[in-house]
Protein backbone atom coordinates (compact mmCIF):
# COMPACT_ATOMS: atom_id res chain seq x y z
CA UNK A 1 0.00 0.00 0.00
CA UNK A 2 0.89 3.39 -0.77
CA UNK A 3 0.19 6.34 1.64
CA UNK A 4 -2.18 9.23 1.23
CA UNK A 5 -0.71 12.67 1.76
CA UNK A 6 -2.99 15.64 2.75
CA UNK A 7 -0.48 18.64 2.17
CA UNK A 8 -1.64 21.78 3.21
CA UNK A 9 -0.34 24.72 0.02
CA UNK A 10 -0.24 28.51 0.17
CA UNK A 11 -3.30 30.48 0.77
CA UNK A 12 -1.44 33.79 -1.00
CA UNK A 13 2.01 34.51 -0.87
CA UNK A 14 3.97 31.03 -2.07
CA UNK A 15 6.55 31.41 0.44
CA UNK A 16 4.02 29.99 3.17
CA UNK A 17 4.74 26.59 2.56
CA UNK A 18 7.10 24.08 5.03
CA UNK A 19 10.04 22.33 4.08
CA UNK A 20 8.04 19.27 4.71
CA UNK A 21 5.45 19.59 2.38
CA UNK A 22 8.15 21.04 -0.72
CA UNK A 23 9.76 17.22 0.35
CA UNK A 24 6.60 15.68 0.08
CA UNK A 25 5.81 17.04 -3.14
CA UNK A 26 9.22 15.82 -4.90
CA UNK A 27 9.02 12.22 -3.72
CA UNK A 28 5.65 11.13 -4.32
CA UNK A 29 4.02 9.47 -6.97
CA UNK A 30 0.76 11.58 -8.35
CA UNK A 31 -0.12 15.09 -6.69
CA UNK A 32 -4.07 15.05 -7.51
CA UNK A 33 -5.03 18.29 -7.25
CA UNK A 34 -8.30 20.88 -7.81
CA UNK A 35 -6.85 22.60 -10.46
CA UNK A 36 -3.47 22.07 -12.32
CA UNK A 37 -3.01 24.96 -13.77
CA UNK A 38 -3.33 26.68 -10.65
CA UNK A 39 -1.44 24.11 -9.06
CA UNK A 40 1.40 23.79 -11.26
CA UNK A 41 2.35 27.54 -10.33
CA UNK A 42 3.40 26.43 -6.71
CA UNK A 43 4.99 23.51 -8.05
CA UNK A 44 6.89 25.09 -11.07
CA UNK A 45 8.17 28.09 -8.64
CA UNK A 46 9.64 25.39 -6.76
CA UNK A 47 11.34 23.14 -9.59
CA UNK A 48 8.98 20.48 -8.75
CA UNK A 49 7.90 18.32 -11.89
CA UNK A 50 5.37 15.48 -10.73
CA UNK A 51 2.10 13.92 -12.65
CA UNK A 52 -0.78 15.77 -11.67
CA UNK A 53 -4.31 14.64 -11.67
CA UNK A 54 -7.43 16.71 -11.42
CA UNK A 55 -9.39 15.94 -8.43
CA UNK A 56 -12.09 18.41 -7.26
CA UNK A 57 -15.73 18.55 -6.33
CA UNK A 58 -17.15 17.22 -9.62
CA UNK A 59 -15.08 14.67 -10.28
CA UNK A 60 -16.67 11.44 -10.63
CA UNK A 61 -16.00 8.23 -8.45
CA UNK A 62 -14.05 6.51 -11.18
CA UNK A 63 -11.54 9.37 -10.41
CA UNK A 64 -11.64 8.21 -6.70
CA UNK A 65 -11.84 4.63 -7.89
CA UNK A 66 -8.75 5.18 -9.84
CA UNK A 67 -6.64 7.09 -7.16
CA UNK A 68 -7.54 4.15 -4.50
CA UNK A 69 -6.09 1.76 -7.31
CA UNK A 70 -2.85 3.64 -7.43
CA UNK A 71 -2.45 3.58 -3.92
CA UNK A 72 -3.44 0.17 -3.35
CA UNK A 73 -0.29 -0.14 -5.95
CA UNK A 74 2.27 0.95 -3.72
CA UNK A 75 1.81 4.42 -5.34
CA UNK A 76 2.22 7.28 -3.10
CA UNK A 77 -0.44 10.11 -3.90
CA UNK A 78 -0.35 13.82 -2.05
CA UNK A 79 -3.58 15.34 -2.68
CA UNK A 80 -3.58 19.03 -2.22
CA UNK A 81 -6.59 22.01 -2.60
CA UNK A 82 -6.11 24.93 -4.66
CA UNK A 83 -5.29 27.10 -1.19
CA UNK A 84 -5.02 25.89 2.30
CA UNK A 85 -5.27 22.24 4.07
CA UNK A 86 -6.98 19.62 2.23
CA UNK A 87 -10.38 18.31 3.79
CA UNK A 88 -11.19 21.67 5.28
CA UNK A 89 -14.32 22.70 3.53
CA UNK A 90 -12.94 20.66 0.12
CA UNK A 91 -13.64 17.85 -1.67
CA UNK A 92 -10.43 16.12 -0.40
CA UNK A 93 -12.61 14.76 2.55
CA UNK A 94 -14.06 12.50 0.65
CA UNK A 95 -10.87 10.62 -1.47
CA UNK A 96 -9.50 10.73 2.92
CA UNK A 97 -12.35 8.52 3.58
CA UNK A 98 -12.21 6.57 0.72
CA UNK A 99 -8.64 5.83 1.59
CA UNK A 100 -9.05 5.27 5.34
CA UNK A 101 -12.36 2.76 4.32
CA UNK A 102 -9.35 0.81 2.32
CA UNK A 103 -6.85 0.72 5.19
CA UNK A 104 -4.91 3.02 3.58
CA UNK A 105 -2.09 5.37 5.71
CA UNK A 106 -3.17 9.23 5.82
CA UNK A 107 -0.61 11.09 6.65
CA UNK A 108 -1.31 14.92 7.31
CA UNK A 109 1.46 17.57 6.35
CA UNK A 110 -0.09 20.43 8.33
CA UNK A 111 0.32 24.38 7.10
CA UNK A 112 -1.92 27.00 6.07
CA UNK A 113 -5.50 27.56 7.19
CA UNK A 114 -7.50 30.70 6.10
CA UNK A 115 -9.48 30.10 9.12
CA UNK A 116 -7.06 29.80 11.87
CA UNK A 117 -4.91 32.75 9.59
CA UNK A 118 -7.56 35.00 10.36
CA UNK A 119 -8.75 33.82 13.74
CA UNK A 120 -4.68 34.32 14.92
CA UNK A 121 -5.13 38.58 14.27
CA UNK A 122 -8.22 38.96 14.24
CA UNK A 123 -8.64 40.13 17.97
CA UNK A 124 -11.12 38.24 19.35
CA UNK A 125 -11.66 35.30 21.87
CA UNK A 126 -10.20 32.05 19.93
CA UNK A 127 -10.15 29.76 23.14
CA UNK A 128 -13.74 28.39 21.77
CA UNK A 129 -14.98 29.13 18.23
CA UNK A 130 -17.60 27.56 15.81
CA UNK A 131 -16.59 26.86 12.41
CA UNK A 132 -19.16 26.80 9.94
CA UNK A 133 -17.33 26.61 6.15
CA UNK A 134 -19.51 28.20 3.61
CA UNK A 135 -23.28 28.76 4.63
CA UNK A 136 -26.17 27.83 2.18
CA UNK A 137 -27.21 30.14 -0.73
CA UNK A 138 -30.46 29.91 0.09
CA UNK A 139 -32.00 26.90 2.17
CA UNK A 140 -31.65 26.86 5.89
CA UNK A 141 -29.42 30.07 5.45
CA UNK A 142 -31.97 32.28 8.08
CA UNK A 143 -32.20 29.20 10.52
CA UNK A 144 -28.35 29.30 10.65
CA UNK A 145 -28.11 33.17 11.13
CA UNK A 146 -30.82 33.39 13.51
CA UNK A 147 -28.74 30.91 15.57
CA UNK A 148 -25.98 33.25 15.79
CA UNK A 149 -28.30 35.24 18.45
CA UNK A 150 -27.59 33.50 21.34
CA UNK A 151 -24.30 31.50 20.52
CA UNK A 152 -21.71 32.38 23.24
CA UNK A 153 -18.58 30.88 21.02
CA UNK A 154 -16.74 33.17 18.05
CA UNK A 155 -18.51 32.16 14.58
CA UNK A 156 -16.12 31.77 11.94
CA UNK A 157 -17.01 30.97 8.31
CA UNK A 158 -16.09 31.94 4.68
CA UNK A 159 -18.32 34.13 2.45
CA UNK A 160 -17.78 35.06 -1.72
CA UNK A 161 -17.26 38.09 -3.08
CA UNK A 162 -20.78 37.91 -4.88
CA UNK A 163 -22.96 37.18 -1.55
CA UNK A 164 -20.26 39.59 0.81
CA UNK A 165 -22.69 42.42 0.89
CA UNK A 166 -25.96 40.65 0.49
CA UNK A 167 -24.49 38.63 3.90
CA UNK A 168 -23.56 42.04 5.78
CA UNK A 169 -27.22 43.06 5.18
CA UNK A 170 -28.83 39.67 6.48
CA UNK A 171 -26.21 40.05 9.22
CA UNK A 172 -27.49 43.44 10.33
CA UNK A 173 -31.13 42.52 9.85
CA UNK A 174 -31.15 39.66 11.86
CA UNK A 175 -28.17 39.86 14.84
CA UNK A 176 -28.42 43.71 14.94
CA UNK A 177 -25.32 45.83 14.25
CA UNK A 178 -23.25 43.63 15.98
CA UNK A 179 -19.07 43.13 16.36
CA UNK A 180 -17.04 41.81 13.17
CA UNK A 181 -14.06 41.07 11.47
CA UNK A 182 -13.75 40.54 8.31
CA UNK A 183 -10.67 39.70 6.74
CA UNK A 184 -9.59 39.65 2.71
CA UNK A 185 -6.81 38.80 0.29
CA UNK A 186 -4.79 37.26 3.53
CA UNK A 187 -0.90 36.46 2.87
CA UNK A 188 -0.87 38.51 -0.47
CA UNK A 189 0.30 41.91 -0.84
CA UNK A 190 -3.43 43.79 0.16
CA UNK A 191 -4.16 42.00 3.18
CA UNK A 192 -6.67 43.66 5.29
CA UNK A 193 -8.90 43.37 8.11
CA UNK A 194 -12.04 45.11 8.80
CA UNK A 195 -12.87 45.32 12.44
CA UNK A 196 -15.83 47.07 14.02
CA UNK A 197 -19.42 46.81 13.68
CA UNK A 198 -21.41 45.31 10.83
CA UNK A 199 -21.95 49.30 9.60
CA UNK A 200 -18.75 50.29 9.98
CA UNK A 201 -17.59 46.98 8.04
CA UNK A 202 -19.88 47.52 5.55
CA UNK A 203 -18.78 51.36 4.91
CA UNK A 204 -15.06 50.38 4.29
CA UNK A 205 -15.85 47.25 2.20
CA UNK A 206 -14.11 47.15 -1.21
CA UNK A 207 -15.30 44.40 -3.52
CA UNK A 208 -12.19 42.45 -4.63
CA UNK A 209 -11.77 38.88 -6.08
CA UNK A 210 -11.18 35.77 -4.46
CA UNK A 211 -13.15 34.23 -0.80
CA UNK A 212 -13.84 36.48 3.02
CA UNK A 213 -13.47 35.06 6.13
CA UNK A 214 -15.87 36.61 8.44
CA UNK A 215 -15.87 36.44 11.92
CA UNK A 216 -18.42 37.09 14.55
CA UNK A 217 -17.58 38.25 18.14
CA UNK A 218 -18.99 35.82 20.80
CA UNK A 219 -21.94 37.28 22.82
CA UNK A 220 -20.21 38.33 26.20
Known sequence: MGNLYTIATPIGNLEDITLRALNTL???????CEDTRHTSILLNHYSINKPLVSYHQHSKIAKIDYLIGELKADKNIAVVTDAGTPGISDPGQVLIKKAI?????????????????????AGVPTDSFVYLGFLPHKKGRKTILDSFKDEKRTIVFYESTH??????GELKDILGDRKIVVARELTKIYEEFLRGTVTEVQENLKI??????????AIK
Open 208 to 217: TKGEFVVIIS
Open 163 to 168: RIEKLL
Open 101 to 121: ENNISVIPIPGPSAVITALSA
Open 26 to 32: KTVDIIA
